[in-house]
């Protein structure tokens, strides 16, 4: 399997999340998560994660949601999403972007994805 990343996945999500954790130990711990959940969409691209449901970004794409720490407290939600989709045909696995979830702030990670142009 082939992945793209959405180029500004790399120029803007990450050192968006690393500015918001404030201590490399944390942005570090944060990078092995992402990676682990990139692995297990590819495992299972079609069946891992859940599609998104609102526009514009629905139907195309699903969500992986994760957390941010290796070790969560016990009934902690995941604060974490990676939003991506998956060409069946290309068998292509296009990152379309991460962020935290942050609901009803001008920060949330589907507030910054939505106006992001789609791959």
């Given at each position: ?79 974490m999403r990676l ?31 939505n106006p992001r142009?789609?791959?």
């Amino acid at each position: 399997m082939r992945r793209v990343d959405h180029e500004k996945f790399f120029d803007m999500d990450l050192p968006r999340i690393e500015s918001e954790f404030q201590n490399e130990e944390r942005f570090v711990e944060f990078l092995f998560c992402l990676d682990k959940a990139i692995h297990e969409i590819m495992r299972d691209p079609a069946n891992e994660g859940a599609p998104l449901v609102r526009p514009p970004l629905a139907p195309t794409y699903r969500k992986k949601k994760f957390h941010s720490v290796l070790t969560p407290k016990h009934g902690v939600k995941a604060d974490m999403r990676l939003v991506y989709r998956y060409d069946t045909e290309h068998d292509v696995l296009y990152v379309f972007g991460v962020g935290i979830r942050k609901p009803h702030a001008s920060e949330d990670v589907y507030e910054i994805l939505n106006p992001r142009d789609q791959i």
